[in-house]
């Protein structure tokens, strides 16, 4: 119903047409999102697997224990959102010439997304890092950007590829 009132109102007005190409402003992308969560993701493993070496676990850590592993889940999936994003809406064929296995890269991305919410392997997280750092390195190559590797100053304290904007 709204649409033919709009559709009327636009064939006795004549509004001009608005188009946008994607769903965040323009020119405003950044893997660090997917880098924190990649590291939270890390970081969450780590608690867990805490809490797994005692013999037995209180309410409250029960508890904990459940909030942990659904906070591992929702940065799991946000690395694999935030990636996919700067994939889908940011590279285009130059990007795509410069870097050939770069959809390559994001399906692995993917795929060990997947299984950091399936499991609580911490090789499988810091694979995921490591695969976030590679597209960064690729983000910030298409940009310009000289990057540097740099231990993250809090837990996990896991290497991160951090453009140079100085």
């Known amino acids: 119903m709204i649409h033919s009132l709009t559709a009327k109102l636009d064939d006795?007005?004549?509004f001009e047409q608005a188009s946008a190409h994607c769903d965040i402003p323009c020119k405003i992308y950044d893997p660090c999102t997917a880098q924190v969560a990649a590291l939270s993701v890390i970081r969450f493993i780590d608690l867990i697997n805490e809490l797994g070496e005692k013999d037995s676990l209180s309410l409250a850590e029960k508890?904990?224990?459940s909030r942990l592993v659904r906070?591992?889940?929702i940065h799991a999936k946000k690395v694999k959102d935030e990636i996919v994003v700067i994939w889908g809406d940011y590279f285009k064929q130059p990007q795509f010439e410069a870097?050939?296995?770069i959809s390559q890269l994001v399906h692995n991305i993917m795929l060990?997304?997947?299984a950091c919410k399936?499991?609580?392997s911490r090789d499988k997280a810091i694979l995921l890092l490591s695969l976030v750092n590679e597209f960064a390195e690729a983000f910030w190559s298409t940009k310009g950007v000289a990057v540097y590797t740099a231990t993250c100053?809090?837990?996990p304290s896991e290497t991160v590829v951090y453009p140079k904007l100085a």
Request: aromatic fraction near 14%; glycine fraction near 10%; proline fraction near 14%.
């Open 99 to 101: 870097f050939p296995d």
């Open 153 to 155: 100053p809090y837990p």
């Open 112 to 114: 060990t997304g997947s």
């Open 118 to 120: 399936q499991h609580i």
């Open 71 to 73: 906070e591992k889940e």
């Open 63 to 65: 508890a904990q224990l």
């Open 12 to 14: 006795i007005f004549g």
